[in-house]
């Protein structure tokens, strides 16, 4: 049996992310977000340089970042997952404020 199962024990996170096949989408689709729909936590520039967006369509793991078959490029902040990677990628070039969400708003992870 496999290390990490033995430490978590059976029906586990561990066990159960080890015998199952994990869809990244599904556990994603167990958060809840309370998005601050009056003040945004993430905001770009104006007119994003497109190779620093395509950074970001590759990095951030919700996929907020998006650029459609026209190459025309869209942002929206409601379901961040707070990690940061955008801020830190990109930080000094298209991203002109990056902040936590206020109190009570924001990601509000779930296990399952
Ligand atoms: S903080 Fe993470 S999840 Fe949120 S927009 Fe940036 S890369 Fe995406």
Redesign the pocket.
Request: one cysteine or more.
């Given at each position: 049996m496999n290390k990490a199962v033995e430490q978590d024990g059976p029906g586990g996170i561990a066990s159960d992310l080890l015998q199952n096949t994990v869809n990244v989408d599904e556990y994603l689709a167990q958060n809840r977000y309370s998005v601050d729909e009056e003040n945004a936590h993430?905001e770009l520039v104006a007119n994003p340089d497109p190779a620093e967006f395509a950074k970001?369509v590759r990095?951030?793991?919700?996929g907020?970042y998006r650029q459609d078959a026209d190459g025309n490029l869209s942002f929206d902040?409601a379901g961040?997952?707070?990690?940061?990677?955008?801020?830190i990628v990109c930080g000094d070039t298209i991203i002109a404020k990056w902040s936590n969400p206020g109190p009570t708003m924001g990601v509000e992870y779930r296990y399952g």
């Open positions: 993430i970001l990095v951030c793991p919700a907020l902040y961040c997952l707070e990690c940061g990677s955008c801020r």
